[in-house]
């Protein structure tokens, strides 16, 4: 049996973040998911959609809308989302509340994938992984572990993800 094809939407947040020397802003650079899957050397079957390319403390509920129907309407029952990690827990919720029959994992990064110590790698490849292989809902993949969106919060303190 061939297994789905995983729909990765892109929304920007840090994972997709690059340092800009002259202005020492972070920015969104165009050729960072292309890098990304490069060094991970993946070689499970992707399609990648771009959704937005927003900082998540920028997203509104209007983008929250746009993500769900970009979730609606792509033709994989499988999905991987990458997001800023400050406001990931209200995306998902807004995702989970729609019911989809369809597997929901967002991921990101607390450092760019562009710079050292990044966990941007690891936590895609866990996304990836977890997107695989749990049942229809809606999760959070983030410090080695998923979450299911309404059971994490971000603790702001520890730089990690747990369950409330």
Request: aromatic share 6%.
């Amino acid at each position: 049996m061939k297994k789905s094809k995983i729909a990765w939407l892109a929304c920007g947040g840090t994972l997709e973040k690059d340092y800009n020397e002259l202005t020492g802003e972070l920015v969104f650079p165009s050729n960072v998911l292309p890098k990304l899957i490069e060094e991970s050397r993946l070689t499970i079957d992707i399609d990648i959609h771009r959704v937005m390319m927003k900082d998540s403390l920028e997203m509104t509920d209007d983008d929250r809308q746009i993500l769900l129907k970009s979730v609606s309407e792509v033709d994989s029952n499988r999905i991987l989302i990458t997001h800023g990690t400050d406001t990931m827990v209200d995306s998902a919720l807004v995702l989970q509340q729609a019911q989809l029959a369809k597997t929901i994992v967002l991921t990101g990064a607390m450092r760019p994938f562009a710079l050292a110590k990044s966990d941007a790698s690891f936590n895609l490849g866990c996304a990836l992984a977890f997107s695989q292989t749990l049942e229809s809902g809606v999760y959070i993949a983030m410090n080695g572990q998923y979450f299911p969106a309404d059971e994490v919060i971000k603790n702001r303190e520890l730089g990690v993800f747990q369950r409330r």
